[in-house]
């Protein structure tokens, strides 16, 4: 008999396809009232295959109690309640470092288009108005001063690309990293006063909540920008449209928001903000890699007892 797995949502249908040979899953989103399923038949699951975005958090968990691994698509993993799968025993695989790169190449495909106005100067030439005048000048990137606020694996990815452009390199984290040659500023702000352009990549949840706050988004100052690409949850996001309308900062480039899909309709009519419908990892190639993790981490518990990749 195959083990049997809760499919909390909608993955890759490559992904889906390998899962169903493989396992015997149960879509809870398809079914039409979900807690009422999970209440009745969550003893018969062992397994659980989530993502970043669709989480387990305590009350799902609750509902299987032979619950024995947890799977999940994505890098961040503040949707899961770890803690509780941690007393439980449940370890719980996700796919790190195989996104860092399309990642990072995000974070600088907005630091590029904020900056150098692409998306905003291709409306302008759709509009027509190329032909009324020419675009206003942009800002240079290369040379610039490149701050990250979370030096890990993606934003160490991201400095990486940084040095293409020559650009100078400084972070802030929790504590300095031993092991690299960037400038470690001991203050998230006094980060903000030095960038030119300020990158978010460090994770979510309630340690980071609104760190970017109003009196940061002033520190970046007029000719600042800000990139995020970890979550929404990071920037005090009312604060940030404020920033935008006001020009108290020079732009936005942000892949995530604090209520995804749903964005704050005011940054619709900013030119000076760069929107994406949270894309970073969204390649063939890197949602390949992290599907075929998903599967290694549960393969390799069902047959040794430990995930491939645990979240720490
Ligand atoms: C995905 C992400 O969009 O890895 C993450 O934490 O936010 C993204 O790579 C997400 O996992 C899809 O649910």
């Known amino acids: 008999m195959k083990p049997c797995l809760l499919q909390v949502g909608a993955l890759l249908p490559a992904l889906e396809t390998t899962l169903n040979e493989r396992y015997d899953i149960v879509p809870l989103w398809k079914q039409p009232d979900p807690a009422a399923y999970l209440a009745r038949h969550g003893a018969e699951f062992v397994g659980a295959v989530t993502s970043a975005r669709f989480g ?19 890098v961040g993993y503040e949707t899961i309640d770890i803690a509780l799968a941690r007393s439980r025993g449940i370890p719980v695989g996700y796919t790190p470092d195989v996104l860092n790169d399309c990642v ?20 302008f030439v759709r509009r027509g108005d190329w032909q ?7 800002t240079r990137i290369s040379g610039k001063r490149l701050g990250i606020m979370g030096l890990g694996r993606i934003g160490r990815v991201i400095a990486k690309r940084a040095g293409g452009f020559d650009m100078e390199v400084r972070y802030h984290n929790r504590k300095p990293v031993a092991d690299v040659a960037y400038a470690y500023e001991p203050t998230l702000k006094g980060l903000a006063e030095w960038a030119d352009f300020l990158v978010i990549a460090s994770a979510g949840g309630p340690e980071t909540r609104h760190l970017v706050s109003k009196e940061v988004l002033a520190a970046l100052g007029p000719q600042g920008f800000l990139v995020n690409i970890s979550r929404g949850s990071v920037v005090d996001e009312a604060a940030l449209v404020q920033a935008l309308e006001a020009r108290t900062i020079a732009g936005a480039g942000l892949d995530v928001f604090g209520d995804e899909p749903r964005v704050p309709e005011r940054l619709f009519a900013l030119d000076n903000v ?5 894309l970073a990892s969204a390649t063939h190639e890197t949602r390949k890699a992290m599907g075929d993790l998903v599967l290694e981490n549960l393969r390799r518990f069902f047959e040794t007892g430990r995930v491939a990749v645990a979240v720490p």
Do not use: E
């Not at 299987?64 to 947890?70: A, E, F, Q, R």
């Not at 990072?104 to 692409?118: E, I, K």
């Not at 009324?132 to 942009?138: Q, S, V």
């Open 56 to 74: 387990a958090d305590t009350a799902l968990i609750n509902a299987m109690p032979n619950l024995k691994v947890i799977s999940s698509f994505g």
């Open 104 to 123: 990072a190449d995000t974070a600088f495909g907005l630091v590029m288009d904020v900056a150098r106005q692409f998306s905003a100067s291709d409306r």
């Open 132 to 138: 009324k005048g020419t675009y206003p000048l942009t």
């Open 274 to 278: 760069v929107l994406l419908p949270h």
